[in-house]
Structures are given as structure tokens and as C-alpha cells.
């Protein structure tokens, strides 16, 4: 239950958390707050305390719950009923507490040693204003591929909860600055990832023409909505491809027909 | 909470950029003479010094944690072993990443 964080689908790998993993949601339908996030303590340490009662942290916009850290165990302090130590990732060092209640929580931090590579699970906690780490689960490292892994969801993670809610965002923003070598393999990688969950990136260029037509301020003014053969006339593109595409955009929950079959207006008016 | 003193992700092309800064990378261990230095490959493929000595016999892959000391060499605080496989070119791309567009998530 806490220890584990299999990624089972490739919806968000887990992590990105869509009611019923359906893979036509919107990325702006999808942001409710995750269960659980990879994190490094650099970006625990730019997070803001939302000011509600609930005193959660806020990261990229969403409420943090649990969150993941993997690095080193060290200052690792036994008391009588918590364990207290401090991880270090390489990116910022955090305090965790550990409250040890029965045989299989001493059992579990006996286990870890100082200088050793651990994976923790854990609630993050304001304390007399520094951020703390409530410990609910804490395993060595014995594959170090874990390390990479983790850093690649947390950027991977940060990387969904930043990408723009507009409904015509532009294709996966990755490829324009990152070095040729990252970008070749990572603009495949990131086309399969991305078109089940963020169905807006892989809009081909019709669908997205007609969406950027119906969101212009002179079409989400009209009421009716646009006829579809104004929209094929404006795009000078053949009707059956916009039918077409405004089919998908409708499935997609882009668009919606009003008066008629033939009138379509933007979802996002 | 402290983020005061982070380690740096870096293969050998990116190792001169942090001259005297802490930094970590990680190698494979191609060999370790007993005088307090072990060269290795980084994860890009060149070749790297590791100057100190390590607490104890040494797998494959070994994560050195320290200060960046010449163009291609590390001073180790820190050595950690990685076992004896390891993908190396995800680690790497973790170097470009954490110094590239995500460097804000690191340091």
C-alpha cells in the first residue's frame, strides 16, 4: 500500500491523477491533486504553504500530498518511539521523522544506515517554518537505476503539471531548447507517452486550424456558433476535412454543435 | 531544510562547467591504482580521475560525490558503489537534463 509505486499505465505513469485513466481527458481536466509525487527537495523547498486549513504545500500549482524522495540516509537518530534522519538527493537535504509503532516499522528502519541510498514516502509537514518529511515508508535502495528513474518522473511529472491548460497548446515544448542528442530520442518518447494522456498534443494541424478558428473573439461571440462551411471557406480546406475534424474535436470535448449539426462553437468560450 | 550545498549531476563534457563546485557523476570503474585515484568512464564515454580513497572494494558502477578539481577530475567526499550493472545512458540524460531546461528542479 505505501511502499509501492508501481507504474502500471502510461497514463501520467501513475502519477498524474485522471478520474478512470481515460485516455481522451484533457490535461486541463486531469489536475486534481495527485496522491502522490516524485519530488526533489530543491522543489520541496520552493513549494508554498497554501493557506487553508489543511496546510498543504503547493508545487506546480497542485496541492501536495505525499510525495517521494529517493537519496542518501544520513544523521539517522533512534529515539524511543521515532526514528529521525535527514535524506540528501544531491539537490537539497530535508528533515524526516519516522514514528515507529510496532515491530515491522523498527524492523523496516533497522534496516537503513547512514551513507545509504534510500527510497521514502512521506507527508511533507511545516514545523517552526522549515518543511519537514513525515515519514510513512522508507526502503534501501539495492537497484541504483531507481536513482535516474526518480529524477526522470520528477521532471517528467513537473513537466505535465507545466504545460500550458490553453486548449491549442503547442506540440510537446520539450524539442526547441534541449540539445539534439536529448531531443531526437525524447520527442518519441514523450509522443507516446503524451498522446494517450494530454489528447491536445497530438491535435494534427486541420483539428487544431479549426480550433484556433472557433476560438478567435469574433466566433466565441456569436452565440450560433460558426457554420461548418464558413469554416472550411475561412481554412480553405475541403469540408469533409473539417467534418472530419470537427468530429474528433467534439469526441475530444473541444467543441460542441449548437443550433444545429452544422454550428460548432468552442468548448472553452 | 537545506538546499545550500547541492551536488551537481555531471558527465565529463560537463564537469569543467562546475570547477570547484560540488558535483556528483557517476563511473565505471576501468581501474584504481592504490595511490588515491581511480579512473573510470563517465556516463558520456570520456574518461574521469577520481582522486581519494575508497572505504572498501569497489563494484563496477561507483557514484562519486565531491569537488570538481580539474577538467577531468573529481576529489571524492563521497563514494558510493552502483553495483555492477547500471544504464548508463539514462543517468546520462539525466546530466543533460538537470543542467538544461530543468535545472531549476536541481539546483
Redesign the interface.
Known sequence: MFGSSQLDSFSGGGFISSQGADPSRTSAKSRDSPPLLPL??????QAIQSTDEKSNFVIDGVDVNNVRLVG?AYKKSERVTDVAFAIDD??????CIRWVNDAVDSKEVEEVSD?M?VRVHGHLKGFQG???LVVFAIRPIT???E???H??E??YV??CYRKPQSGHSVSTP?QT???A??SAS?SGHNSNQFSGNLSIDGLKGIEKSVIDYLEQPSSLAQEKGIHRNEIAQQLKVPLEKIMDAVASLESEGLVYSTIDECHYKSTSA | ????N????VNAELLRLYMGRRV?AVIQVMRSDGGGAVTGQSTDGQQITVKGNPPGPLTT?V?V?GIADGIHSIRAE?W?N??DT??TF??N??C???N???K????
Do not use: W
Open positions: 526533489t527537495i530543491k522543489q520541496i523547498s542518501m544531491g539537490t537539497g537535504r530535508i528533515e551513507g541510498y522549515k518543511i519537514q537497484d541504483y537505476n536513482v535516474a528513474t529524477f526522470l520528477c521532471i513537473h513537466h520539450s531548447d534541449v540539445p542528442a536529448v525524447s | 531544510m537545506d538546499t545550500s547541492p551536488a551537481v549531476f556528483r558502477f557514484e560525490i563521497i558510493s552502483f553495483g547500471l544504464d539514462s543517468y540524460r539525466i543533460l537534463l538537470a538544461g531546461d530543468y531549476h528542479l536541481f539546483i
